[in-house]
């Protein structure tokens, strides 16, 4: 039986289950107050009575219409009271309850809009401090949800540009040869070969940026001395420098303190800001600096390359971004010029577009901070710190 009620009383609506919970605490109150003072106040009224007559008054043969009459005016003013308590509190519950209630629908109507794809829906702030801050919440959730989506969208359609370039090369050069408009020669197969590789780049390069984003890359975060790191790089990156290119200088000191790192995550950072700095500076320098400031290690890449606008910074760490927004497909090449379309050209120094927004994770999930610095014509300076121990 009792758990016949208990189920009951849980299929009733919050509206009603919140109007029958102050009612119930209004009767328990009603009711302790009526039984406490049925007992308690005709006794105390005799105690009252008797010191009177102790100073003299002789109420001995009055006593007993005395403590009658009490009991009719205290029952008279009880019953006054409950029902004028009674009506108050109970039209105050059902206010407050159909408050309540009026928020929370708000919010279940707000809620089935977003599900419903409608991302722009918010919810109203409220009266009450405890709804208000769960519509905030709700609020700042919607936005990063609706962040989210954005991204999303914008990734598919940057996935499907991407991909439709190195595609479309390959198709132009296999319908050519099928057809029998070009020759089979070892350019042609080096040239499908590149745009294989661009694809898996861009795939692998797509791959590690939705784990970093994600949260599951692995990142093994240890106190590492990172200058054995840093000459490693200068020197294999040295080697891959022409005479006539950029000169690759360290400037580091020759002691450095220890960081919070993963050093392999770190060196792909690395890996990623000088293959950047490389391929946009053709003459000058490229200089590694590092310094400590405070509790972090700064390590700054330094280029005296052809740099990159004002008005384009704030879109350097994006996915695809480049300076150049071109952005139509690239056509099939000419077999007989043996050129490749500006474009394309830019395409092939740019990489996949997406290296930079890894790095930009990947020092985030070590506890860091990744900035850029740069001036048209002048060159750009990318540095990041990561947390001294």
Same mark, same amino acid.
């Given at each position: 039986?009792?758990?016949?009620?208990?189920?009951?009383?849980?299929?009733?609506?919050?509206?009603?289950?919140?109007? /029958?919970?102050?009612?119930?605490?209004?009767?328990?109150?009603?009711?302790? *107050?009526?039984?406490?003072?049925?007992?308690?106040?005709?006794? %105390? %009224?005799?105690?009252?009575?008797?010191?009177?007559?102790?100073?003299?008054?002789?109420?001995?043969?009055?006593?007993?219409?005395?403590?009658?009459?009490?009991?009719?005016?205290?029952?008279?003013?009880?019953?006054?009271?409950?029902?004028?308590?009674?009506?108050?509190?109970?039209? *105050?519950?059902?206010?407050?309850?159909?408050? $309540?209630?009026?928020?929370?629908?708000?919010?279940?109507?707000?809620?089935?809009? %977003?599900?419903?794809?409608?991302?722009?829906?918010?919810?109203?702030?409220?009266?009450?401090?405890?709804?208000?801050?769960?519509?905030?919440?709700?609020?700042?959730?919607?936005?990063?949800?609706? @962040?989210?989506?954005?991204?999303?969208?914008?990734?598919?359609?940057?996935?499907?540009?991407?991909?439709?370039?190195?595609?479309?090369?390959?198709?132009?050069?296999?319908? &050519?040869?099928?057809?029998?408009?070009?020759?089979?020669?070892?350019?042609?197969?080096?040239? #499908?070969?590149?745009?294989?590789?661009?694809?898996?780049?861009?795939?692998?390069?797509?791959?590690?940026?939705?784990?970093?984003?994600?949260?599951?890359?692995?990142?093994?975060?240890?106190?590492?001395?990172?200058?054995?790191?840093?000459?490693?790089?200068?020197?294999? /990156?040295?080697?891959?420098?022409?005479?006539?290119?950029?000169?690759?200088?360290?400037?580091?000191?020759?002691?450095?303190?220890?960081? #919070?790192?993963?050093?392999?995550?770190?060196?792909?950072?690395?890996?990623?800001?000088?293959?950047?700095?490389?391929?946009?500076?053709?003459?000058?320098?490229? =200089?590694?600096?590092?310094?400590? &400031?405070?509790?972090?290690?700064?390590?700054?890449?330094?280029?005296?390359?052809? @740099? $990159?606008?004002?008005?384009?910074?704030?879109?350097?760490?994006?996915? %695809?971004?480049?300076?150049?927004?071109?952005?139509?497909?690239?056509?099939?090449?000419?077999?007989?010029?043996?050129?490749?379309?500006?474009?394309?050209?830019?395409?092939?120094?740019?990489? =996949?577009?997406?290296?930079?927004?890894?790095?930009?994770?990947?020092? &985030?999930?070590?506890?860091?901070?990744? &900035?850029?610095?740069?001036?048209?014509?002048?060159?750009?300076? /990318?540095?990041?710190?990561?947390?001294?121990?």
């Amino acid at each position: 039986m009792k758990n016949l009620d208990w189920r009951w009383a849980k299929s009733l609506p919050l509206a009603s289950r919140l109007f /029958f919970s102050h009612l119930v605490v209004m009767i328990v109150g009603v009711l302790s *107050l009526v039984i406490i003072s049925k007992v308690s106040s005709p006794r %105390f %009224f005799v105690l009252h009575l008797e010191r009177l007559e102790q100073r003299g008054y002789n109420l001995f043969d009055i006593r007993t219409e005395l403590v009658d009459g009490f009991e009719i005016a205290w029952r008279r003013s009880t019953l006054w009271s409950v029902l004028v308590g009674a009506t108050t509190a109970g039209g *105050l519950s059902y206010w407050v309850s159909r408050l $309540i209630m009026q928020r929370l629908i708000e919010m279940e109507n707000i809620t089935q809009k %977003f599900a419903a794809g409608q991302f722009d829906a918010r919810l109203p702030l409220s009266d009450i401090p405890e709804l208000n801050r769960l519509g905030v919440s709700f609020n700042r959730m919607a936005t990063s949800i609706k @962040g989210v989506e954005v991204r999303r969208r914008e990734l598919i359609g940057d996935m499907t540009h991407e991909l439709r370039t190195p595609l479309t090369v390959v198709r132009g050069y296999l319908e &050519e040869l099928a057809d029998g408009t070009i020759e089979p020669s070892p350019e042609i197969y080096l040239r #499908l070969a590149k745009e294989t590789k661009r694809l898996e780049r861009l795939v692998n390069d797509l791959q590690e940026l939705s784990k970093a984003e994600a949260g599951y890359l692995p990142i093994k975060i240890q106190s590492v001395n990172l200058r054995p790191l840093l000459e490693s790089l200068v020197e294999k /990156f040295a080697d891959q420098l022409l005479d006539d290119g950029p000169v690759l200088r360290l400037e580091c000191p020759p002691q450095l303190p220890t960081v #919070l790192a993963d050093i392999d995550r770190t060196e792909q950072v690395l890996v990623n800001l000088l293959g950047n700095a490389i391929s946009y500076t053709k003459n000058g320098s490229i =200089t590694i600096r590092v310094w400590t &400031e405070a509790s972090k290690l700064w390590i700054a890449v330094i280029d005296t390359g052809v @740099g $990159i606008a004002k008005e384009n910074l704030p879109y350097v760490f994006e996915r %695809f971004w480049r300076a150049d927004k071109s952005r139509a497909p690239v056509a099939p090449h000419a077999p007989n010029s043996g050129k490749e379309s500006s474009l394309e050209a830019a395409r092939q120094i740019g990489g =996949t577009g997406i290296g930079l927004t890894i790095s930009r994770r990947l020092v &985030e999930l070590q506890g860091g901070q990744i &900035e850029v610095e740069s001036e048209l014509g002048l060159g750009s300076t /990318f540095r990041f710190f990561l947390p001294l121990p």
